[in-house]
């Protein structure tokens, strides 16, 4: 692949699309709002559990499929047909700078729940992987976009439960993480909106896009600032809602009925049963009970993924809901 240096005061070949920073724009707004739904839930405006099920699920998984999209259209337009070095690894640094922070914070904050491999990680280590096919035929780079969205069809293996290989997507155990977006789905996407850009200036195509939209708006500016819009949004909607519940604090919940709605959603998602969630949430409480472990778990006294009795429990009751 011939790859030319960076040449100083030289600028892309493409012309500038304002409507995709419009439509990034977008997708920022529609992340704020799904976010705004996270802070409810966290403070109690909200059963747990609501944020991460049913068409709020969904809504997430298709914001983060319209940036990692967009992303690859960008990684084109920007980079095609020359590779301009200065402004990739500075805009690297900053994605990846900005990943780190969030998994050394969330580590701090929620470790149970920590963002190891989020949106931003997957955007900065994307890009590298990305670069290895702006030469490529725009049907060849489809084809493996398609090939890895099909991936996630596969059987899934404790093989991929090991810390270190989470980043796949094909763990037999769903890691717990407030933001998670492996390779497996995730980097087909990407790989699909790099082919859609290719596949746009080898027709021409670009030059009428642009004409969509000749005039930035104030969507259109968010969407060119989209990592300090990233960055900042979570701390103010958190601070608005906390202030909410000191104005009109949420009710207080029922730990039981908290804890039978939380694990049936989880159960559900990850079994597709309900039935079967429905026993094996109601026995898990049982014996919670039985043994005086159901106050400390709910208060955090004691950690779920790593006691054994609570796995000892939740082995029994599979076993009885099967």
């Not at 931003?120 to 992987?129: E, P, Q």
């Not at 106050?295 to 429990?313: H, K, V």
């Amino acid at each position: 692949m011939a790859i030319a240096p960076d040449q100083p005061g030289t600028a892309p070949a493409n012309p500038r699309i304002t409507l995709l920073d419009t439509l990034r724009g977008v997708a920022l707004l529609a992340m704020a709002t799904y976010h705004f739904s996270w802070d409810l839930e966290f403070f109690g405006y909200l059963e747990p559990g609501t944020a991460g099920t049913g068409w709020l699920k969904i809504y997430a998984r298709c914001i983060a499929g319209s940036f990692l999209f967009l992303a690859g259209v960008s990684l084109v337009l920007a980079h095609d047909p020359t590779i301009r070095w200065r402004p990739f690894w500075k805009r690297f640094a900053m994605v990846a700078g900005a990943a780190l922070l969030i998994s050394i914070g969330t580590k701090i904050a929620m470790p149970d729940e920590w963002i190891f491999f989020g949106i931003l990680h997957a955007m900065a280590t994307f890009s590298v992987i990305g670069l290895l096919f702006l030469r490529l035929p725009a049907f060849l780079t489809a084809l493996v976009g398609a090939a890895i969205v099909a991936a996630q069809f596969l059987p899934r293996s404790e093989v991929f439960d090991t810390p270190w290989l989470l980043w796949v997507g094909l763990s037999q155990t769903p890691p717990r993480s407030n933001d998670y977006v492996p390779f497996v789905w995730w980097l087909g996407i990407f790989l699909l909106g790099m082919a859609a850009a290719r596949l746009a200036r080898d027709q021409g195509w670009l030059l009428p896009l642009s004409k969509l939209q000749t005039r930035p708006n104030i969507v259109s500016r968010g969407g060119r600032h989209s990592l300090i819009f990233y960055l900042v949004h979570q701390p103010v909607l958190i601070g608005l809602v906390y202030l909410a519940t000191l104005v009109s604090p949420p009710p207080a919940p029922d730990p039981v009925a908290r804890y039978i709605g939380s694990c049936e959603r989880g159960c559900v998602a990850q079994q597709g049963d309900p039935g079967m969630c429905t026993r094996f949430c109601g026995c898990t409480l049982e014996k919670l009970n039985q043994q005086d472990l159901f106050a400390p778990l709910q208060s955090g006294a004691i950690n779920m993924s790593n006691d054994e009795r609570i796995q000892t429990i939740a082995s029994e009751c599979s076993i009885i809901a099967q």
